[in-house]
């Protein structure tokens, strides 16, 4: 007979110590820092709990050089006492043998016995005292630093373990005693180094606070939180003690406080000739290169001073850091002014051609296809955005990508479409011509702007729509979390353009024209694969996400959906008088009553084997409530066409929905009063085309099958 086992943990708690660790090394990249010490600390948690020693909470900071987690850990894991039943009382002498040995015991006198309503068992209770966790937690400790993932790492010479830079030492202490950690050869003890430059040889800590003393004295700020809010303040504070403001930048904050142990904000000067270059490259080259922050004026232009965080305290108030670091940004911006100059001596209308040269994707040609399918599609969509022109819309279209052959665009990505712009004004170019082709990315992310002049709108939506239908033309579709052309963003594009700006864009057209420019040999796939289709599905997800956050259900936009609206703002519009509809009375009791006669029908056309979609025959009701039902039901049906399907005016529709809400009295004095599974099978059949009738009426309005609650 199989033993059942039952452990109890003692409920007696050990004494809590101080557990801290800490793995010094080489620099290690401020973008790793934040998830390594999350996934350290991850994983002495986990570790932890699977030893079965408690702990609350993990203390972990982060440097530029250090890991370091500091906790209050159990002294020891808690006393369990394990339960094992074994055979029953007066069972053969060998089984009674092998459960004594299996528990390790010697005689049945040390078991129990117990009467568990089924006869009475023996029962082995064994107690295990805990281990102590300073025995344990060497080994779980080494497990989790072998385990650290790193996105890169090196293994060093006659070492197993990989780690992203070189490990100089490990501090490793439980209870204020050093624990034997065995790292292929890396020190482990109490010690550890402070500020690489402002602090000067070993430093031997006894506790946490000890540790976190000493190193505040050698010139090292633990929390990087801490560092970021000395940074912030201390940028703020040297701006406007000269009247300026910092440009926000919390990424690079971020990234400088993983930059830096011990930071001191300094100001420094942008020469004169350097400032006649655009704002935009100024600020690139600054950041890219150099990690500084932009001052603004108070009227929001780029001013002629610049402020980085240096990791060290220099005696001359930082003058000879600041003077290098001048040097260093006039011989960045000197490059900078030399792209600029030359890639002006040749107009943006010459590079077009040399967008041959660049692949757009292996399947879809060069960016010169592209360009060519954006100015196609442009033609299209140009008479749905006011006051955007055909011939104006191609040639901010034609201009879009020129400036990715450009030397200054080479060195900073980023300033793709703004250095379009530069270049386009330099060429005396419209104005909005030239803002379009900046403005054509646009919007980057859920929290830029999208596009409002109308030149700017078309070349955008031309480029976003051109990338939706290309990729999926070619099977290049999003999946779960893979989308690695960033189809999802563009989709919200389409979407925040349209509805931002109010336009009434019929999408199937516009995919249907995007799809006539494809590389011939994927049109007849896009046709037997129904891609169009896939797309405006697609779009509908991507919808759903973008309205969620203003409150609109999802099953409303279903609703409307299905019945092939693509027109996103009457889409938008309907979806809102349905949901207006719904929060009458008459509207709420009438989504019930279709559902029960959705119901009533499809059980009796599956029954019968047949559908009940022929017209009502009016000779034979015989009811008051069935003829009067049946009078409603004409009225709806004799309102124009345009105030149920796509294409008629929200003011059609929100027509319509009153019109529906007075069906709901003579539905329900129908479910009151009128049998519909009568045995006169004439009568019956002609009840069922009223409550068929019911459905296929309120379906002119939305797919009400689709809503839910």
């Given at each position: 007979?199989?033993?059942?086992?039952?452990?109890?943990?003692?409920?007696?708690?050990?004494?809590?110590?101080?557990?801290?660790?800490?793995?010094?090394?080489?620099?290690?990249?401020?973008?790793?820092?934040?998830?390594?010490?999350?996934?350290?600390?991850?994983?002495?948690?986990?570790?932890?709990?699977?030893?079965?020693?408690?702990?609350?909470?993990?203390?972990?900071?982060?440097?530029?050089?250090?890991?370091?987690?500091?906790?209050?850990?159990?002294?020891?894991?808690?006393?369990?006492?394990?339960?094992?039943?074994?055979?029953?009382?007066?069972?053969?002498?060998?089984?009674?043998?092998?459960?004594?040995?299996?528990?390790?015991?010697?005689?049945?006198?040390?078991?129990?016995?117990?009467?568990?309503?089924?006869g009475e068992f023996y029962f082995a209770v064994l107690r295990h005292p805990g281990r102590a966790t300073a025995v344990v937690l060497p080994e779980l400790l080494r497990a989790a630093i072998h385990e650290l993932p790193w996105p890169k790492s090196m293994r060093f010479p006659a070492a197993s373990l990989r780690w992203v830079r070189p490990l100089t030492s490990v501090i490793c202490l439980f209870d204020g005693t050093v624990l034997p950690l065995a790292l292929d050869g890396i020190p482990v003890g109490r010690t550890t180094r402070g500020h690489r430059f402002l602090s000067k040889g070993e430093i031997a800590v006894d506790n946490a606070d000890d540790y976190r003393d000493r190193l505040k004295a050698a010139c090292v700020v633990l929390g990087q939180e801490d560092r970021h809010n000395k940074i912030e303040t201390d940028l703020h504070g040297l701006a406007a003690a000269e009247g300026l403001a910092v440009k926000p930048d919390l990424a690079l904050l971020d990234e400088v406080a993983g930059l830096v142990e011990f930071p001191v904000v300094l100001m420094g000067a942008i020469d004169d000739r350097s400032m006649e270059l655009p704002p935009e490259v100024l600020a690139a080259a600054m950041r890219t290169h150099q990690r500084y922050f932009s001052c603004l004026n108070p009227d929001g232009t780029l001013a002629s001073r610049f402020l980085f965080v240096a990791d060290n305290r220099a005696e001359d108030d930082g003058k000879r850091i600041i003077a290098g670091n001048e040097r260093v940004l006039r011989a960045r911006l000197a490059d900078a002014r030399f792209f600029w100059d030359q890639d002006r001596r040749v107009t943006l209308q010459s590079r077009v051609q040399a967008l041959v040269q660049r692949?757009?994707?292996?399947?879809?040609?060069?960016?010169?296809?592209?360009?060519?399918?954006?100015?196609?599609?442009?033609?299209?969509?140009?008479?749905?955005?006011?006051?955007?022109?055909?011939?104006?819309?191609?040639?901010?279209?034609?201009?879009?990508?020129?400036?990715?052959?450009?030397a200054m665009v080479g060195e900073f990505p980023e300033l793709q479409g703004i250095m379009g712009r530069y270049y386009a004004l330099s060429d005396n170019e419209d104005p909005a011509v030239a803002d379009a082709v900046a403005d054509h990315y646009r919007p980057l992310g859920p929290n830029d702007v999208v596009p409002t002049a109308p030149l700017s709108i078309v070349a955008a939506l031309a480029d976003k729509i051109d990338s939706l239908v290309s990729f999926f033309a070619i099977g290049?579709?999003?999946?779960?979390?893979?989308?690695?052309?960033?189809?999802?963003?563009?989709?919200?594009?389409?979407?925040?353009?349209?509805?931002?700006?109010?336009?009434?864009?019929?999408?199937?057209?516009?995919?249907?024209?995007?799809?006539?420019?494809?590389?011939?040999?994927?049109?007849?796939?896009?046709?037997?694969?129904?891609?169009?289709?896939?797309?405006?599905?697609?779009?509908?997800?991507?919808?759903?996400?973008?309205?969620?956050?203003?409150?609109?259900?999802?099953?409303?936009i279903a609703a409307v959906f299905a019945l092939g609206e693509?027109?996103?703002?009457?889409?938008?519009?309907?979806?809102?008088?349905?949901?207006?509809?719904?929060?009458?009375?008459?509207?709420?009791?009438?989504?019930?009553?279709?559902?029960?006669?959705?119901?009533?029908?499809?059980?009796?056309?599956?029954?019968?084997?047949?559908?009940?979609?022929?017209?009502?025959?009016?000779?034979?009701?015989?009811?008051?409530?069935?003829?009067?039902?049946?009078?409603?039901?004409?009225?709806?049906?004799?309102?124009?066409?345009?105030?149920?399907?796509?294409?008629?005016?929200?003011?059609?529709?929100?027509?319509?929905?009153?019109?529906?809400?007075?069906?709901?009295?003579?539905?329900?004095?129908?479910?009151?009063?009128?049998?519909?599974?009568?045995?006169?099978?004439?009568?019956?059949?002609?009840?069922?085309?009223?409550?068929?009738a019911i459905r296929a009426t309120m379906n002119r309005v939305a797919d009400f099958s689709q809503i839910e609650g």
């Open positions: 007979m199989s033993s059942v086992e039952q452990t109890i943990y003692s409920p007696i708690r050990p004494l809590n110590r101080e557990l801290l660790l800490e793995l010094l090394s080489e620099e290690i990249p401020a973008r790793m820092q934040r998830e390594a010490i999350g996934a350290l600390t991850g994983l002495i948690h986990r570790k932890l709990a699977a030893a079965q020693i408690p702990t609350q909470e993990l203390n972990y900071f982060v440097t530029p050089r250090r890991l370091t987690v500091i906790g209050e850990i159990p002294e020891r894991q808690p006393e369990r006492t394990e339960e094992r039943r074994g055979p029953r009382a007066g069972a053969p002498k060998a089984a009674l043998d092998g459960f004594l040995r299996a528990a390790g015991l010697h005689s049945l006198e040390e078991c129990e016995i117990r009467d568990v309503g089924r692949v757009f994707h292996a399947k879809l040609g060069s960016v010169r296809s592209k360009v060519a399918r954006m100015e196609q599609l442009a033609v299209f969509l140009a008479p749905f955005v006011p006051g955007a022109d055909v011939e104006p819309s191609q040639r901010s279209v034609r201009l879009a990508k020129a400036d990715l052959s450009t290049e579709k999003p999946t779960g979390s893979r989308d690695p052309f960033a189809l999802r963003r563009a989709a919200q594009g389409v979407i925040r353009i349209i509805l931002e700006n109010n336009l009434r864009v019929p999408l199937r057209s516009v995919f249907m024209a995007a799809a006539g420019v494809v590389p011939v040999d994927y049109q007849k796939i896009m046709e037997e694969q129904n891609i169009v289709g896939e797309l405006l599905a697609f779009i509908t997800d991507r919808l759903k996400v973008y309205l969620r956050e203003q409150g609109v259900r999802h099953d409303l693509d027109d996103l703002v009457r889409l938008l519009a309907r979806v809102r008088a349905i949901e207006r509809f719904l929060t009458w009375d008459d509207g709420a009791n009438l989504l019930v009553a279709y559902r029960r006669a959705v119901n009533i029908v499809a059980i009796e056309e599956k029954r019968d084997g047949r559908a009940y979609n022929d017209p009502v025959d009016r000779n034979i009701l015989r009811e008051l409530q069935e003829k009067q039902l049946s009078a409603a039901l004409d009225v709806l049906n004799e309102l124009p066409n345009r105030s149920f399907v796509v294409g008629g005016t929200t003011e059609d529709f929100s027509r319509a929905m009153t019109a529906l809400a007075s069906l709901r009295q003579p539905v329900d004095a129908f479910f009151d009063k009128v049998t519909v599974n009568t045995e006169e099978p004439r009568l019956r059949e002609n009840r069922l085309r009223l409550l068929s």
